[in-house]
């Protein structure tokens, strides 16, 4: 059943133009927070009109080719690295600096190199197919890719085998991420940090709030309602909705179902907003007063806001993803590389990072080193998520080749009104 929204907000209101240890500590990390805020490692995902072309080229194939070969590793003589990610989804200080990046730099010896380089999964990927492909260098020793993504670059044999002698903290990684159907055992990939997909809203012009995504679809919420770009958290999040386990073997049938469902809503005009990048200014200009968004993005405009925003997993649940380390066929500094995950999976250098944006750590005690940052973080569930929340989330399963090419034109074709 649907939740009761009380008074309705004014539809007729002209819309807004659409366009982040101790106390003084944890005062600049808000304020830190507040300014990343429009370059969130989830806003910058590109928005419904960019990017499409390149989805479609990177899902079709033009064949098996043999896989390349790992090259020779060199890290014994080059401590140097370069690391490829997401944009405010490090720890930074006021002066740009990275204070973990420097303490593994003064821990080991080795240099780094970061790089805010991937916006997209699938524009990232379009930049660097070909040198993959061929085992070449790619400019990164390792990226930070999801896990979608991941599990296409580990059965294609574009990703080097991690040598776990070299990750003896790789043993606090939580359990429940351990063994994923693409990468058993964790042998080619390891997890940076998560978040879930869920529903948001604006709780001053919404205060009865709501519970589920049905509740989206509420006539009084028309014209005001935003969704992601990304396939698998909103399609995900609504065939959840439709009794569908994203996790399971589910089939095109029941793609399908919530495509056509998504299909109306935008036809209805109930969905104005389909949107990556923009996503975030939609919600602050009121444009947008409900959403399926993303976790960690609103405990950081609520950073700036005064927690004006609601994240939840509808009573349906939601979708739980990992953004993940991986080396490329063509790095010469693996065993650096592989310094560079031991030293995150620090519980301690874990939790200054999940201090910093806010979304799901991997790492095991991690939650008990936030006591002394930040002891309301530690509470947070969806920094620290327990069993029961978790039970609430679903992993969107990994998809063939031909899924991939097949479901996502169909996404595509939502979104481009075909």
């Not at 405010?88 to 190199?113: H, K, L, M």
């Not at 405990?299 to 009573?315: H, Q, R, S, Y």
């Not at 979304?359 to 939650?367: E, K, L, N, Q, S």
Request: proline content about 6%; glycine content about 8%; overall charge negative.
């Amino acid at each position: 059943m649907s939740a009761e929204f009380g008074d309705p907000p004014d539809m007729n209101a002209p819309l807004p133009r659409d366009p982040m240890i101790q106390q003084a500590i944890a005062y600049a990390r808000s304020m830190q927070r507040a300014k990343q805020i429009a370059l969130s490692r989830r806003s910058v995902l590109a928005g419904a009109g960019m990017g499409l072309g390149a989805l479609a080229l990177a899902a079709c194939s033009t064949g098996p080719r043999p896989a390349p070969l790992a090259a020779v590793d060199s890290s014994a003589s080059d401590k140097s690295l370069v690391w490829d990610n997401w944009p405010a989804y490090i720890d930074e200080d006021d002066d740009g600096n990275y204070p973990t990046v420097i303490g593994f730099e003064e821990q080991t010896g080795i240099s780094v190199t970061y790089n805010v380089a991937v916006d997209d999964n699938n524009t990232y990927y379009g930049k660097v197919k070909d040198q993959l492909a061929l085992g070449q260098d790619i400019g990164a020793d390792t990226v930070c890719l999801t896990e979608w993504m991941v599990s296409r670059l580990v059965r294609k044999g574009y990703v080097q085998e991690l040598d776990a002698s070299n990750i003896p903290n790789k043993k606090n990684m939580l359990p429940s991420l351990a063994n994923p159907d693409f990468d058993p055992g964790r042998t080619h990939s390891l997890p940076w940090q998560g978040g879930f997909a869920g529903i948001c809203w604006n709780k001053e012009r919404l205060p009865k709030g709501l519970r589920s995504v049905e509740d989206l679809w509420n006539p009084e919420l028309k014209g005001r309602v935003g969704v992601l770009s990304e396939m698998r958290d909103t399609i995900g999040v609504i065939m959840q909705s439709q009794g569908t386990d994203v996790s399971s073997d589910w089939g095109e049938a029941q793609f399908m179902d919530a495509v056509d469902l998504f299909r109306k809503q935008v036809d209805d005009g109930q969905v104005r907003n389909i949107k990556g990048n923009a996503y975030l200014n939609d919600l602050q200009n009121e444009d947008t007063l409900a959403a399926i968004c993303w976790s960690g993005d609103i405990t950081l405009i609520n950073a700036e806001a005064g927690d004006k925003w609601e994240f939840i997993l509808p009573d349906s649940g939601g979708t739980l993803w990992n953004d993940t380390f991986v080396v490329p066929m063509g790095s010469t500094r693996k065993a650096n590389a592989e310094a560079l995950m031991n030293y995150y999976y620090e519980p301690e250098v874990a939790a200054e990072v999940a201090a910093w944006v806010n979304y799901i750590t991997p790492v095991v005690g991690a939650r008990e080193a936030m006591e002394s940052i930040d002891p309301e973080l530690a509470d947070n569930q969806l920094i620290f998520p327990d069993e029961k929340t978790l039970e609430r989330a679903h992993v969107f399963r990994t998809l063939t080749a031909e899924e991939e090419k097949t479901l996502g034109t169909e996404f595509q074709k939502v979104l481009l009104g075909i």
